[in-house]
């Protein structure tokens, strides 16, 4: 009798990318779409004749019968030399084709569906130990779940995949309904949070995934995530639909924000300001955005650069763009840049890394990533520390592994840098590298600035002038709004009829300018117009200090004592801040700050920023709250603000050396700022952002002449 071979084994998944392996060994050949196709219907038909006749239909439905056979033909001839001992597996013959299920082939579909059945048997399963049968489902629909690792071979747009993505996609999504609702019973409350989570991200627009979340969060005592977590369903539903929560989830809202707390009055929390999506004359930018992305579509990789002054309405537009590529499927990140001072280097680059979904890498590239966005090695443990940056070459590979995580889906992309004029300049130098890199393909990246805070000699203007010379650069400069458009934007957030003498007068205070207008008819236009004494009308109750300003204070005036003091705190923070910092910034407890930070959402003084953090609708609002503080409160908040950071970010004072730096500098503790400057240089060395250390040890030079001089 001869010795018994063991046949290799062959391993397809079809759930997300693509992959086969045979043998332990990647198969690469079947690299395209249409070989994927057919490798899919076949292997989801599994054991079932399939008639050549019917294929060729489905593959080329508007072809003559004769020539759509042929194709099929062809195409299973390069599948057949392609995959590797084909005949183990498929079975050919003049009118079927049929993939034979063998004990060595393994499909992740097929052990997705199979793990969800056994769930249903545990089910279903009757007698003793209930325990043991939920512990046993539990890890049947885990198990599920994690096979699930995205839609059926996404890169398929064949009509005849269709039914079957969605069947999986429905099944994964009663799955992780079914995990929650048993984690849940079992009490494991952090688990069935994750889990909801993770609904809440598979579709986003189904609403009733929110309070579900939201009772979660509340069974484990995170209020305040129950809060963020109504807050990005109402900005979800606003900004895709265009409607507010069901009052199935505002009333789970209202229950959990009143919880605990003794009621003062019987009125509910004041409804969300009504706010206008219209985008008001803007055609002309619209069109050049959309002509940029078709250029990047063709495989152009392009920047899109949105300018023009303050509230002038780039962000908006920017965010227009957005929207509309996540209606057309297009994968999107945002991301915001902040005046770089006290900011880590490639800032911008962490924000879009944290946006996308983190990649599969291997831990040579995970290592490098890790150095901005250190997630990329958390739990992971072939993952190891990244050396200071030294040689050339070291950079090279940073940015090719930041390249290989911004790129890794190789889908259609669309990055938003919203105030560009703020990155560093090793953020412009890796975005030219980005740009430039084969990789980057069908790729739109949408940046906003303001060109009164770029100069000649700014790295912006280098970056610009290189993209000009390859032709991959499109700018959009946009003006203020016509007398007829500013009244047109007016009259869509006014709830009355506006008369042509509070246009008139409007139009004229405003200049045109889309931030001045909005900002004017919330902070409440009057009946009529109103004699200036130095002559000409006033359209508010009070002149605006260059525009804008009265606007936007009379919006902060109708702030409670309360809030308006978090306001202050916030606007001390500087830049997008996160509930712990300013809880322990704060002296108010946590029902209070979650009330404080609820009027502020409610009057928009403050927005979400991602799922963990808040940040100011706009800077202008935040320079006016800051503004208005004396020194000396100044300098006290600004000593809450270290206390908080240092308590917060006890294990990893280097991702906020620079920030500590500059608050310790502003509440004149000038030996803890120096300190902590030559930390942030330490740390900007480390990922070669040799601008940024010099700046940093220079601040720390002048800081400690200027302290011998004062002794």
């Not at 196709?37 to 599994?46: E, G, K, N, T, V």
């Not at 009259?491 to 509070?502: E, G, V």
Request: charged share 30%; glycine share 6%; hydrophobic share 40%.
């Amino acid at each position: 009798m001869g010795e018994h071979t063991e046949q290799p084994s062959l391993k397809v998944q079809l759930l997300g990318d693509f992959r086969l392996t045979y043998g332990g060994e990647s198969v690469g050949e079947i690299d395209t779409p249409r070989l994927q196709s057919l490798l899919a219907y076949l292997l989801l038909h599994r054991g079932a004749p399939q008639s050549r006749r019917r294929i060729a239909y489905l593959f080329w439905p508007d072809s003559e019968e004769s020539q759509a056979l042929t194709n099929l033909r062809n195409l299973l001839f390069r599948l057949r030399h392609r995959l590797p001992d084909v005949d183990r597996f498929l079975e050919v013959d003049r009118k079927i084709l049929r993939w034979v299920e063998d004990a060595s082939f393994t499909l992740d579909v097929a052990q997705f569906e199979r793990a969800l059945r056994e769930a249903e048997v545990v089910a279903a399963s009757r007698g003793d130990g209930t325990k043991e049968r939920a512990a046993l489902e539990r890890a049947a629909l885990e198990r599920a779940v994690e096979l699930y690792s995205g839609d059926l071979l996404p890169s398929c747009y064949d009509d005849w995949i269709e039914t079957d993505r969605q069947r999986l996609r429905q099944a994964y999504q009663g799955a992780l309904v079914r995990l929650v609702d048993l984690l849940e019973a079992m009490r494991e409350y952090r688990d069935a949070i994750q889990v909801a989570e993770r609904l809440v991200r598979h579709d986003p627009l189904r609403e009733v995934s929110y309070p579900r979340l939201m009772e979660l969060q509340a069974l484990a005592g995170d209020r305040a995530g129950a809060l963020r977590t109504y807050h990005r369903c109402a900005t979800v539903l606003e900004d895709e639909l265009g409607v507010e929560p069901s009052g199935v989830t505002t009333e789970v809202y209202e229950r959990l924000l009143a919880a605990e707390e003794v009621p003062h009055t019987s009125e509910a929390p004041p409804r969300r300001a009504k706010e206008s999506h219209l985008l008001v004359n803007r055609d002309e930018a619209w069109a050049a955005l959309r002509g940029a992305w078709r250029e990047a579509a063709r495989g152009t990789p392009r920047l899109a650069l949105i300018s023009g002054e303050a509230g002038i309405g780039k962000t908006r537009l920017a965010w227009e763009a957005l929207r509309w590529a996540r209606r057309k499927g297009i994968q999107t990140g945002m991301a915001r840049c902040y005046d770089a001072q006290g900011d880590l280097a490639y800032g911008l680059v962490a924000g879009w890394l944290r946006a996308l979904p983190q990649p599969q890498l291997a831990p040579v590239w995970r290592s490098e990533v890790a150095r901005i966005v250190p997630e990329f090695a958390a739990g992971e443990s072939d993952v190891d520390p990244a050396g200071p940056l030294g040689d050339p070459w070291e950079r090279n590979r940073f940015y090719e592994a930041l390249v290989r995580a911004v790129l890794a889906d190789r889908q259609p992309l669309l990055l938003v840098a919203d105030a560009l004029q703020w990155c560093d300049r090793g953020t412009y130098e890796w975005l030219l590298y980005l740009l430039r890199h084969e990789a980057a393909r069908r790729l739109l990246i949408i940046g906003t600035y303001r060109p009164e805070t770029v100069d000649r000699d700014h790295p912006l203007m280098s970056l610009i002038h290189q993209l000009r010379h390859d032709e991959q650069v499109t700018e959009i400069e946009l003006s203020p709004l016509t007398k007829r458009d500013s009244a047109v934007l007016a009259q869509s957030l006014a709830d009355r009829d506006l008369a042509p003498s509070l246009i008139e007068c409007l139009y004229s205070e405003t200049e045109g300018n889309p931030l001045f207008i909005v900002e004017t008819v919330r902070a409440g236009l009057p009946d009529a117009v109103h004699a200036d004494p130095a002559g000409g009308f006033i359209c508010v109750p009070r002149p605006l200090p260059s525009r804008m300003q009265d606007a936007l204070t009379t919006r902060v005036d109708q702030l409670s004592p309360m809030a308006r003091g978090l306001a202050e705190l916030a606007a001390t923070i500087g830049r997008e801040f996160t509930f712990d910092v300013l809880m322990e910034a704060s002296n108010s407890d946590e029902e209070m700050l979650i009330r404080g930070l609820d009027e502020l959402w409610q009057h928009r003084v403050i927005r979400e920023h991602g799922e963990e953090a808040y940040d100011f609708s706009h800077d202008k609002l935040r320079e006016v709250v800051y503004g208005a503080l004396s020194g000396a409160r100044r300098r006290m908040l600004h000593r809450h603000v270290v206390r908080a950071l240092e308590t917060v970010y006890a294990d990893d004072l280097d991702a906020v050396a620079a920030r500590l730096a500059l608050h310790c500098e502003r509440a004149d503790e000038t030996e803890m700022a120096i300190t902590y400057y030559e930390r942030a240089a330490v740390v900007a060395d480390r990922i070669q952002a040799s601008n940024d250390a010099d700046d940093y040890r220079q601040r720390a030079d002048l800081l400690r002449e200027e302290e011998r001089v004062s002794h």
